[in-house]
T-cell receptor, first 116, second 113 residues
Framework: GAVVSQHPSRVICKSGTSVKIECRSLDFQATTMFWYRQFPKQSLMLMATSNEGSKATYEQGVEKDKFLINHASLTLSTLTVTSAHPEDSSFYIC????????????FGPGTRLTVL | AQKITQTQPGMFVQEKEAVTLDCTYDTSDQSYGLFWYKQPSSGEMIFLIYQGSYDEQNATEGRYSLNFQKARKSANLVISASQLGDSAMYFCAMRGGYSTLTFGKGTMLLVSP
């Protein structure tokens, strides 16, 4: 399967600052990447679909001005949490999909964001 | 709309025994895919097994097998010969439109010596 990295793995920031999270597909050219959010002891919720060279598609209820997504190349998508607040504290995880018959999604290791 | 239901918040199993994690789904799509992922305490999501809606045979991957009953809309994960390292959260997921995944709430599996 595809190998996906994320950076940073953990970030602590002050309220009001912006945080950028990188998602890289290391061995696979990904025209599409996905961003999920996971609160403690809960399931993954899809935030947006990141499309290379075009605008991201956001799920209902996700503020596009709050969570900026840029997919500038086939191997890199970034999620920027703008003006972060404590309620944005969460586990953010990205994935790429393999295409083909199964179209399996392979996930990065995730980024744990804590906003003080 | 697609929906995944995992009714077992937690499961306990002894080492070397088999365990079944339940998953039921609801969809109006004729073609769909079902997945199981493992999430250890580190947080990463590890792909375990896939079942396509048109696959006639149940999927198997090593100690993992998927008991697919299409008429009942169930896709249970069977782990044989449990190991201590199997202790983790397990998520059932369904692939929908535009390749997006819908996840169930998960089942926490604890394997005891």
């Amino acid at each position: 399967g595809a190998v996906v990295s994320q950076h940073p793995s953990r970030v602590i920031c002050k309220s009001g600052t912006s945080v950028k999270i990188e998602c890289r597909s290391l061995d696979f050219q990904a025209t599409t990447m996905f961003w999920y959010r996971q609160f403690p002891k809960q399931s993954l919720m899809l935030m947006a679909t990141s499309n290379e060279g075009s605008k991201a598609t956001y799920e209902q209820g996700v503020e596009k001005d709050k969570f900026l997504i840029n997919h500038a190349s086939l191997t890199l998508s970034t999620l920027t949490v703008t003006s972060a607040h404590p309620e944005d504290s969460s586990f953010y995880i990205c994935s790429v999909h393999s295409g083909g018959a199964s179209d399996t999604q392979y996930f990065g290791p995730g980024t744990r964001l804590t906003v003080l | 709309a697609q929906k995944i239901t995992q009714t077992q918040p937690g499961m306990f199993v002894q080492e070397k025994e088999a365990v079944t994690l339940d998953c039921t789904y609801d969809t109006s799509d004729q073609s769909y895919g079902l997945f199981w992922y493992k999430q250890p305490s580190s947080g990463e999501m590890i792909f375990l097994i896939y079942q396509g809606s048109y696959d006639e045979q149940n999927a198997t991957e090593g100690r993992y097998s998927l008991n697919f009953q299409k008429a009942r809309k169930s896709a249970n994960l069977v782990i044989s010969a449990s190991q201590l390292g199997d202790s983790a959260m397990y998520f059932c997921a369904m692939r929908g439109g535009y390749s997006t995944l819908t996840f169930g709430k998960g089942t926490m599996l604890l394997v005891s010596p």
